[in-house]
């Protein structure tokens, strides 16, 4: 983490194939399997620290990101009837004395278990705590409602295309809620919040998907962990090749897997977020409940 914690997320998924045409939903989804185990096991990405300044981006501000009620049914990255570039987020607020953010830095790998929990959530992993993390009572809260505790706000966030069929978001300033929920707490910005995203995609074979981003970022691919970028630290960068983990992940080319991510912004005073994708399509999955 440098001086002060900055959260950018970078999601890549690269395709080898040309062409992308538009997805068509429903198809099957791929089936959770194994009995949990700690992060960095089967599908995990390499990672590697960079510097904590190293980002840039092509857009900043609030006006890339709406609050409102989601958005509708269907989301993409590229064209077609049922694809019209909007990501569904959910954003919860936190106040700053939250005993797990603005204590503790350092990153850290195995927060979370390698398999998604049956509610659609990340399972912690702590024997009770972790070096960042303070116990599983209060990890559940940063991607559960809890009165009191946080107050949710969905968003949507839009891809856009920016050549060679890639799409990008790409947001350098990314405060989704400054002066809402608890407010900003004296700070310029609201710096004390977790990022939720549901989604599904078509495996066609030859998508590689990267992240960079601080702090936590948890990325699940059919239930399966395969980034791990935990902790309150500067940037690093997570990879996963899909055709690599194929078989260790139980994803099949022609049919549609659940895309998860859960991130955090646990201390000031930066906020990035970015997003690349060769996926054609996108159709959301509503937050397990």
């Not at 569904?88 to 700053?96: N, S």
């Not at 995203?197 to 399966?224: M, W």
């Not at 260790?248 to 912004?265: H, Q, V």
Request: glycine fraction near 16%; charged fraction near 15%; aromatic fraction near 10%.
């Amino acid at each position: 983490m440098m001086n002060h914690s900055r959260l950018t997320l970078s999601a890549i998924l690269v395709a080898a194939a040309g062409s992308f045409s538009a997805c068509s939903g429903g198809a099957d989804t791929g089936s959770t399997s194994g009995s949990g185990g700690s992060a960095g096991t089967a599908g995990t990405a390499s990672t590697s620290a960079t510097a904590a300044g190293g980002a840039s981006g092509s857009s900043t501000g609030e006006e890339e990101i709406t609050v409102g009620s989601g958005g509708s049914g269907t989301t993409g990255a590229g064209g077609g009837d049922n694809c019209d570039g909007m990501l569904p987020v959910t954003v919860r607020d936190f106040q700053a004395y939250h005993t797990d953010f603005e204590t503790f830095l350092g990153g850290e790998k195995g927060i979370v278990k390698n398999d998604l929990g049956a509610d659609g959530k990340p399972v912690y992993n702590g024997n009770p705590t972790t070096a960042t993390t303070t116990g599983q009572a209060n990890f559940d809260e940063w991607y559960r409602d809890v009165p009191g505790v946080n107050i949710t706000f969905p968003i949507t966030l839009p891809l856009t295309p920016s050549g060679n069929g890639v799409y990008t978001y790409d947001n350098q300033n990314y405060f989704p809620i400054d002066d809402q929920g608890f407010g900003n707490q004296g700070n310029p910005h609201n710096f004390h919040f977790t990022t939720e995203v549901h989604t599904q995609f078509k495996y066609k074979g030859g998508e590689v998907f990267k992240f960079n981003g601080d702090d936590d970022l948890f990325a699940f691919i059919n239930k399966k962990l395969v980034i791990d970028l935990g902790g309150v630290h500067g940037q690093e960068d997570g990879s996963v090749d899909l055709d690599a983990v194929a078989a260790s992940i139980g994803i099949t080319i022609g049919k549609s897997y659940p895309l998860d991510m859960f991130g955090a912004e646990r201390h000031t005073s930066e906020s990035h977020f970015r997003i690349e994708t060769t996926i054609s399509c996108f159709t959301p999955q509503p937050p397990p409940q």
